[in-house]
Protein backbone atom coordinates (compact mmCIF):
# COMPACT_ATOMS: atom_id res chain seq x y z
CA UNK A 1 0.00 0.00 0.00
CA UNK A 2 2.72 2.82 0.66
CA UNK A 3 4.29 2.13 -2.63
CA UNK A 4 1.20 2.67 -4.22
CA UNK A 5 0.60 6.08 -2.36
CA UNK A 6 3.97 7.52 -3.31
CA UNK A 7 3.24 6.66 -6.76
CA UNK A 8 -0.34 8.77 -6.48
CA UNK A 9 1.75 11.11 -4.91
CA UNK A 10 4.16 11.58 -7.25
CA UNK A 11 1.41 11.93 -9.86
CA UNK A 12 -0.15 14.35 -7.49
CA UNK A 13 3.12 16.47 -7.79
CA UNK A 14 3.78 16.06 -11.55
CA UNK A 15 0.05 17.36 -11.97
CA UNK A 16 0.97 20.34 -9.34
CA UNK A 17 4.34 21.31 -11.36
CA UNK A 18 2.89 21.17 -14.92
CA UNK A 19 4.26 18.32 -16.28
CA UNK A 20 1.00 16.94 -17.69
CA UNK A 21 2.37 14.81 -20.61
CA UNK A 22 4.64 12.59 -17.78
CA UNK A 23 1.01 12.54 -15.32
CA UNK A 24 -0.35 11.18 -18.91
CA UNK A 25 2.36 8.78 -19.40
CA UNK A 26 2.41 7.53 -16.03
CA UNK A 27 -1.48 7.49 -15.21
CA UNK A 28 -3.44 6.12 -18.64
CA UNK A 29 -6.11 3.36 -18.13
CA UNK A 30 -5.75 0.23 -19.17
CA UNK A 31 -6.58 -0.27 -22.52
CA UNK A 32 -9.92 -1.51 -22.71
CA UNK A 33 -10.07 -1.32 -18.81
CA UNK A 34 -10.51 0.87 -16.51
CA UNK A 35 -8.73 1.73 -13.64
CA UNK A 36 -9.87 0.78 -9.67
CA UNK A 37 -8.88 4.10 -8.19
CA UNK A 38 -10.58 6.97 -9.72
CA UNK A 39 -8.22 9.32 -8.16
CA UNK A 40 -5.54 8.32 -10.15
CA UNK A 41 -8.10 7.97 -13.33
CA UNK A 42 -9.17 11.77 -12.61
CA UNK A 43 -5.46 12.92 -12.93
CA UNK A 44 -4.64 11.43 -16.00
CA UNK A 45 -8.11 13.22 -17.68
CA UNK A 46 -7.32 16.55 -16.05
CA UNK A 47 -3.55 16.22 -16.90
CA UNK A 48 -5.80 15.98 -20.54
CA UNK A 49 -7.64 18.76 -20.34
CA UNK A 50 -4.85 21.20 -18.94
CA UNK A 51 -2.41 19.66 -21.62
CA UNK A 52 -5.11 21.34 -24.28
CA UNK A 53 -6.93 17.40 -24.82
CA UNK A 54 -9.80 18.38 -22.95
CA UNK A 55 -12.39 16.55 -25.16
CA UNK A 56 -10.67 13.39 -24.06
CA UNK A 57 -12.18 13.49 -20.90
CA UNK A 58 -15.67 14.69 -22.20
CA UNK A 59 -15.74 11.63 -24.51
CA UNK A 60 -14.16 9.05 -22.70
CA UNK A 61 -15.47 9.69 -18.92
CA UNK A 62 -18.83 7.72 -18.86
CA UNK A 63 -22.13 8.18 -17.46
CA UNK A 64 -21.64 5.94 -14.51
CA UNK A 65 -18.02 7.06 -13.44
CA UNK A 66 -17.69 7.90 -9.99
CA UNK A 67 -18.22 11.42 -8.91
CA UNK A 68 -14.83 12.54 -8.79
CA UNK A 69 -14.83 11.84 -12.30
CA UNK A 70 -18.05 13.10 -13.30
CA UNK A 71 -16.25 16.97 -11.74
CA UNK A 72 -13.39 16.35 -14.11
CA UNK A 73 -16.01 15.84 -17.02
CA UNK A 74 -17.69 18.94 -16.49
CA UNK A 75 -14.34 20.94 -15.83
CA UNK A 76 -13.63 19.49 -19.27
CA UNK A 77 -17.11 20.40 -20.82
CA UNK A 78 -16.48 24.35 -18.96
CA UNK A 79 -13.20 24.71 -20.77
CA UNK A 80 -14.45 23.47 -24.46
CA UNK A 81 -16.84 26.24 -23.92
CA UNK A 82 -14.62 28.71 -23.10
CA UNK A 83 -12.59 28.51 -26.13
CA UNK A 84 -15.88 28.54 -28.24
CA UNK A 85 -16.83 31.54 -26.32
CA UNK A 86 -14.69 34.58 -28.16
CA UNK A 87 -17.03 35.63 -30.35
CA UNK A 88 -19.24 34.53 -33.60
CA UNK A 89 -22.52 32.96 -33.81
CA UNK A 90 -21.31 30.05 -31.61
CA UNK A 91 -20.89 32.41 -28.82
CA UNK A 92 -24.31 32.68 -26.91
CA UNK A 93 -24.24 28.51 -27.35
CA UNK A 94 -21.24 27.97 -25.86
CA UNK A 95 -21.93 30.71 -23.05
CA UNK A 96 -24.75 28.34 -22.61
CA UNK A 97 -23.29 25.36 -21.90
CA UNK A 98 -20.83 26.76 -20.02
CA UNK A 99 -23.14 27.79 -17.51
CA UNK A 100 -24.45 24.43 -17.41
CA UNK A 101 -21.44 23.30 -16.74
CA UNK A 102 -20.88 25.56 -14.03
CA UNK A 103 -24.60 24.70 -12.55
CA UNK A 104 -23.91 21.39 -12.31
CA UNK A 105 -20.64 21.52 -10.92
CA UNK A 106 -22.50 23.30 -8.05
CA UNK A 107 -24.75 20.64 -7.51
CA UNK A 108 -22.49 17.80 -7.27
CA UNK A 109 -20.36 20.00 -4.77
CA UNK A 110 -23.69 20.63 -2.73
CA UNK A 111 -24.48 16.82 -2.88
CA UNK A 112 -24.17 15.95 0.98
CA UNK A 113 -21.90 12.44 -0.32
CA UNK A 114 -20.86 13.59 -3.53
CA UNK A 115 -19.49 17.06 -2.34
CA UNK A 116 -17.30 15.11 0.57
CA UNK A 117 -14.58 14.19 -1.52
CA UNK A 118 -11.79 16.31 -1.92
CA UNK A 119 -11.19 15.69 -5.81
CA UNK A 120 -14.71 17.01 -6.48
CA UNK A 121 -14.19 20.15 -4.20
CA UNK A 122 -11.08 21.16 -5.95
CA UNK A 123 -12.15 20.78 -9.39
CA UNK A 124 -15.63 22.65 -8.40
CA UNK A 125 -12.82 25.60 -6.59
CA UNK A 126 -10.61 25.77 -9.72
CA UNK A 127 -13.91 26.56 -12.00
CA UNK A 128 -15.11 28.81 -9.90
CA UNK A 129 -12.00 30.49 -9.57
CA UNK A 130 -11.91 30.76 -13.49
CA UNK A 131 -15.00 32.28 -13.10
CA UNK A 132 -13.75 35.19 -10.47
CA UNK A 133 -15.96 33.62 -7.66
CA UNK A 134 -13.36 33.29 -5.63
CA UNK A 135 -15.62 33.50 -2.68
CA UNK A 136 -17.37 30.16 -3.85
CA UNK A 137 -14.11 29.07 -4.67
CA UNK A 138 -13.31 29.07 -1.05
CA UNK A 139 -16.23 27.58 0.05
CA UNK A 140 -16.19 24.50 -1.71
CA UNK A 141 -12.46 24.15 -0.51
CA UNK A 142 -12.95 25.01 3.33
CA UNK A 143 -14.21 21.69 3.56
CA UNK A 144 -11.21 20.03 3.50
CA UNK A 145 -8.53 22.02 5.09
CA UNK A 146 -5.87 18.91 5.17
CA UNK A 147 -5.95 18.71 1.43
CA UNK A 148 -2.87 20.09 0.29
CA UNK A 149 -4.50 21.19 -3.03
CA UNK A 150 -7.65 22.56 -1.70
CA UNK A 151 -5.56 24.87 0.90
CA UNK A 152 -3.25 25.81 -1.78
CA UNK A 153 -6.49 26.91 -3.96
CA UNK A 154 -7.49 28.61 -0.98
CA UNK A 155 -4.03 30.84 -0.70
CA UNK A 156 -4.61 31.89 -4.81
CA UNK A 157 -8.06 33.17 -3.81
CA UNK A 158 -6.80 35.02 -1.20
CA UNK A 159 -4.05 36.60 -3.41
CA UNK A 160 -6.39 37.50 -5.49
CA UNK A 161 -8.88 39.21 -2.84
CA UNK A 162 -5.69 40.77 -2.02
CA UNK A 163 -6.11 39.30 1.84
CA UNK A 164 -2.40 38.53 2.12
CA UNK A 165 -2.69 38.13 5.74
CA UNK A 166 -4.66 35.55 5.29
CA UNK A 167 -2.76 33.81 2.64
CA UNK A 168 0.30 34.04 4.94
CA UNK A 169 -1.71 32.49 7.43
CA UNK A 170 -2.58 29.22 5.71
CA UNK A 171 1.15 28.98 4.67
CA UNK A 172 2.18 29.31 7.95
CA UNK A 173 -0.55 26.50 8.82
CA UNK A 174 0.54 23.74 5.76
CA UNK A 175 4.08 24.28 7.13
CA UNK A 176 3.23 22.74 10.86
CA UNK A 177 1.54 19.65 8.10
CA UNK A 178 3.03 19.77 4.85
CA UNK A 179 6.20 21.73 4.90
CA UNK A 180 8.31 19.46 2.52
CA UNK A 181 5.44 18.92 -0.12
CA UNK A 182 5.76 20.40 -3.40
CA UNK A 183 2.91 22.13 -3.43
CA UNK A 184 3.54 23.79 0.03
CA UNK A 185 6.38 24.79 -1.36
CA UNK A 186 4.99 26.52 -4.42
CA UNK A 187 2.48 27.96 -2.33
CA UNK A 188 4.90 29.77 -0.37
CA UNK A 189 6.32 31.14 -3.37
CA UNK A 190 3.31 32.23 -4.70
CA UNK A 191 3.11 33.88 -1.26
CA UNK A 192 6.51 35.58 -1.07
CA UNK A 193 6.25 36.54 -4.76
CA UNK A 194 3.09 38.37 -4.25
CA UNK A 195 4.42 40.49 -1.15
CA UNK A 196 7.12 41.65 -3.04
CA UNK A 197 10.21 43.53 -1.31
CA UNK A 198 13.68 41.84 -1.72
CA UNK A 199 13.96 39.36 1.32
CA UNK A 200 10.26 37.85 0.11
CA UNK A 201 11.13 37.52 -3.70
CA UNK A 202 14.38 36.13 -3.20
CA UNK A 203 12.81 33.40 -0.95
CA UNK A 204 10.70 32.69 -3.35
CA UNK A 205 13.33 32.73 -6.17
CA UNK A 206 15.29 29.91 -4.26
CA UNK A 207 12.05 27.98 -4.08
CA UNK A 208 11.27 27.88 -7.43
CA UNK A 209 14.90 27.44 -8.14
CA UNK A 210 15.17 24.44 -5.71
CA UNK A 211 12.31 22.87 -7.22
CA UNK A 212 13.11 23.16 -10.39
CA UNK A 213 16.45 21.35 -9.79
CA UNK A 214 15.42 18.70 -7.88
CA UNK A 215 12.52 17.95 -9.58
CA UNK A 216 11.64 17.84 -13.38
CA UNK A 217 12.26 21.55 -14.78
CA UNK A 218 8.70 22.51 -16.35
CA UNK A 219 7.27 25.81 -17.90
CA UNK A 220 4.77 26.53 -14.48
CA UNK A 221 8.50 26.88 -12.78
CA UNK A 222 10.33 28.60 -15.19
CA UNK A 223 7.34 31.10 -15.05
CA UNK A 224 7.89 31.26 -11.33
CA UNK A 225 11.27 32.14 -11.80
CA UNK A 226 10.94 35.14 -14.32
CA UNK A 227 8.33 36.55 -12.48
CA UNK A 228 10.27 36.56 -9.04
CA UNK A 229 12.74 38.63 -11.17
CA UNK A 230 10.15 40.91 -13.01
CA UNK A 231 8.98 41.48 -8.81
CA UNK A 232 12.80 42.50 -8.39
CA UNK A 233 12.57 44.92 -11.19
CA UNK A 234 15.64 42.60 -12.81
CA UNK A 235 13.74 42.07 -16.70
CA UNK A 236 16.48 41.54 -18.64
CA UNK A 237 16.86 38.53 -16.76
CA UNK A 238 13.31 37.72 -17.04
CA UNK A 239 13.56 38.15 -20.49
CA UNK A 240 16.32 35.81 -20.84
CA UNK A 241 14.45 33.33 -18.68
CA UNK A 242 11.46 33.24 -20.33
CA UNK A 243 13.14 32.83 -23.67
CA UNK A 244 14.91 30.27 -22.81
CA UNK A 245 12.02 28.49 -21.15
CA UNK A 246 10.13 29.25 -24.67
CA UNK A 247 12.72 27.73 -26.44
CA UNK A 248 11.64 24.44 -24.24
CA UNK A 249 8.40 25.12 -24.09
CA UNK A 250 7.16 26.80 -26.71
CA UNK A 251 3.11 26.32 -26.12
CA UNK A 252 3.32 27.48 -22.59
CA UNK A 253 0.50 30.30 -22.69
CA UNK A 254 2.28 31.86 -19.31
CA UNK A 255 5.38 31.90 -20.53
CA UNK A 256 4.33 33.97 -23.95
CA UNK A 257 2.04 35.68 -21.56
CA UNK A 258 4.66 37.05 -18.80
CA UNK A 259 7.26 37.91 -22.09
CA UNK A 260 4.47 40.32 -23.20
CA UNK A 261 4.41 41.73 -19.50
CA UNK A 262 8.37 41.81 -19.61
CA UNK A 263 9.07 43.41 -23.29
CA UNK A 264 6.52 46.07 -22.47
CA UNK A 265 8.36 46.52 -19.20
CA UNK A 266 11.35 46.79 -21.58
CA UNK A 267 10.36 49.45 -23.57
CA UNK A 268 10.94 47.32 -26.65
CA UNK A 269 9.22 48.33 -30.05
CA UNK A 270 5.29 47.99 -30.00
CA UNK A 271 5.79 45.68 -32.79
CA UNK A 272 8.09 43.37 -31.05
CA UNK A 273 4.76 43.45 -28.28
CA UNK A 274 2.04 43.07 -30.86
CA UNK A 275 4.14 40.22 -32.72
CA UNK A 276 4.36 38.22 -29.23
CA UNK A 277 0.67 38.94 -28.45
CA UNK A 278 -0.32 37.33 -31.62
CA UNK A 279 1.90 34.06 -30.91
CA UNK A 280 -0.47 33.80 -27.39
CA UNK A 281 -3.66 34.15 -29.29
CA UNK A 282 -2.62 31.21 -31.39
CA UNK A 283 -1.52 29.26 -28.21
CA UNK A 284 -4.48 30.69 -26.34
CA UNK A 285 -7.51 33.13 -27.68
CA UNK A 286 -9.24 32.92 -24.47
CA UNK A 287 -5.58 33.34 -22.11
CA UNK A 288 -6.59 36.25 -19.01
CA UNK A 289 -4.50 38.98 -20.39
CA UNK A 290 -5.75 38.73 -23.82
CA UNK A 291 -8.89 39.36 -21.35
CA UNK A 292 -7.79 41.94 -19.61
CA UNK A 293 -6.20 44.02 -22.52
CA UNK A 294 -9.51 43.64 -24.94
CA UNK A 295 -11.34 45.12 -21.75
CA UNK A 296 -8.99 47.99 -21.65
CA UNK A 297 -8.93 48.21 -24.84
CA UNK A 298 -12.24 48.43 -25.18
CA UNK A 299 -12.91 51.30 -21.97
CA UNK A 300 -10.00 53.19 -23.92
CA UNK A 301 -12.00 53.43 -26.85
CA UNK A 302 -15.36 54.23 -25.03
CA UNK A 303 -13.58 56.95 -23.47
CA UNK A 304 -11.92 58.48 -26.54
CA UNK A 305 -15.68 58.54 -28.16
CA UNK A 306 -16.07 61.05 -25.48
CA UNK A 307 -13.66 63.78 -27.47
CA UNK A 308 -14.81 62.72 -30.98
CA UNK A 309 -16.64 65.66 -32.50
Known amino acids: MGDFVDELRILRNNFYLGSYAQVIAESAPPPGGVDSNPERTALYYRAQTASGNPRAAQTEIPASAPAELQAVKLQAAYVIASKNGGGGAAAPAAA ?31 VFYQEERYGDALVAVAKSPRNLECVALAIQCYLKLDRTDLARKEVEKLKTWAD ?24 AQYIFEELASSKLSTGRLVTGLAVCKMQAGKFPEAERILLEGLSRYAADADLVANLIVCTSALGKPAEDVARIVEKLKEINPRHPLLEDLALKESLFARAAQRYVS
Open 180 to 203: DATLAQLAEAWVSCFLGQEQNVMD
Open 96 to 126: EEKARAVAALAALLADSVHGLRSTVQAVCGA
